[in-house]
């Protein structure tokens, strides 16, 4: 069992405090702290002490991946650790963004590569050649836009906003056509697309008005009053961005602490506010189309997307006594979450784990019998010669390992 030194990502739409304060360090801290990384991805991976040399965990992951990952993990996904632990706070809203399937990221990423791009290109959509579904579990009330609205709902709002706002009667030909072909979730990526392609000289023109009906829409008690809320607040994020539009045809969520949502490959999505915990397969892998100065791909944004992909709220299941899981279908990762007393309690899971701390401080006992402390804000890497791993509290614990 090793204690992990995660690595710290300092996006700008990152919070001063939530990351800090989880890691008992001084609050705020020196600048926007994003995510707070604890894996083997190339890019960022954690360091760790084995026998007294300091050295990161893709690198002892390399030098035997049989032993850390398990011969199963090993046939099944090479040497590389197959999931990434995050720990996510956003301040402002994240890009509108789309991750690809497996095959998709093959190909894009080979293509790439062909184009001559090399790894730090910031034109680059894709930085590795792996999937890319992710769980975002919330600590805090956690604001998302997920998935897209049905072409119904959709019509229904731009209508809503429209009588709220005369001028924006020049999206009438999009809520047109979304009212025509309600049984049709494609016309939803058409919509989207027509947003996204709108004139340069009419956009900030164009936000403004949205902006301006959405904050008369959330003044009402009406279904579309949050949603419309959390437009205002993105477009103070993001002034002018044609973004704030598109964001109109997405499902608007606040998940409550200890809730999930799972974005599967081709769901469009943007996170906004709240700090959580996300599990991930190892890539880095993100397409955007707005609210973001990072590199923009519509095209292959439109290639990607799935207007069919529904981002319901999981709620957790039971999977021992102070034990609940996550279920997803991905095959990367499962994410599990302990709420530990004094007593020794057999955590889940085998072959490579990680374990976070957010609450308290555990006390990991593998099978050998070595025992590992683990404090709030810690995390810790079980290789899969650990082999059963028991812990006590008082503690709250996630843990991550391999899927199904």
């Known amino acids: 069992m090793d204690l992990l030194q995660p690595v710290i990502r300092p996006y700008a739409w990152g919070s001063w405090d939530a990351i800090a304060e989880l890691q008992g360090r001084t609050v705020p801290a020196d600048g926007p702290e994003a995510e707070l990384w604890m894996g083997a991805h190339p890019s960022a991976p954690s360091g760790l002490s ?16 049989a032993r850390e990952l398990g011969t199963e993990c090993v046939a099944r ?23 690809p399937s497996r095959a998709q990221a093959e190909t894009g990423y080979a293509e790439e590569k062909a184009r001559g791009l090399t790894a730090g290109d910031p034109s680059r959509n894709y930085v590795d050649n792996w999937p890319k579904p992710e769980l975002l579990c919330a600590i805090t009330s956690f604001e998302v836009l997920a998935g897209m609205r049905d072409p119904a709902d959709a019509a229904a709002l731009l209508k809503a ?15 047109g056509s979304l009212a025509a072909s309600a049984a049709d979730p494609r016309v939803v990526s058409c919509a989207l697309a027509s947003i996204l392609a709108w004139p340069a000289e009419d956009r900030t023109a164009l936000v403004d008005d949205v902006v301006a009906a959405c904050t008369r829409l959330a003044a009402e008690d009406g279904p579309y009053a949050a949603a419309c809320a959390a437009i205002a607040r993105v477009s103070a994020d ?11 045809l997405l499902r608007h969520a606040v998940l409550a602490p200890g809730q999930a949502v799972f974005m599967p490959a081709g769901g469009l999505h943007a996170y906004l506010r709240g700090t959580g915990v996300e599990l991930l397969a190892n890539s880095d892998n993100v397409v955007r189309a707005g609210l973001t100065g990072k590199h923009i791909d519509v095209p292959e944004l439109l ?8 981002v319901p709220a999981i709620e957790p299941a039971e999977w021992a006594p102070r034990v609940v899981t996550y279920a997803t279908p991905a095959p990367e990762f499962k994410l599990y979450r302990a709420d530990l007393d004094t007593e020794m309690t057999g955590l889940p899971g085998a072959g490579p784990r990680i374990v976070l701390c957010v609450e308290g401080s555990a006390t990991l006992k593998d099978s050998s019998g070595e025992v590992t402390e683990v404090d709030r804000g810690e995390s810790c890497f079980l290789s899969d010669t650990d082999g059963s791993v028991s812990a006590s509290g008082p503690a709250r614990l996630f843990l991550a390992t391999t899927g199904n």
Not at 91 to 99: F, G, P, T, W
Not at 161 to 175: E, F, I, N, Y
Not at 303 to 310: C, E, M, Q, R, Y
């Open 50 to 65: 084995r026998n007294g040399v300091v050295t990161t965990l893709d690198a002892v992951i390399a030098r035997d991946p």
């Open 77 to 99: 996904y090479g040497g590389r650790l197959p999931f990434l632990l995050k720990v996510l706070s956003a301040e402002s809203a994240l890009s509108i963004q789309v991750h």
């Open 161 to 175: 906003l429209a009588g709220q706002q005369p001028a924006l009667v020049r999206l009438a030909p999009v809520t």
């Open 238 to 248: 993001h002034p002018g961005d044609i973004g704030v539009v598109a964001a109109l």
């Open 303 to 310: 290639k990607l997307l799935d207007p069919s992909v529904a």
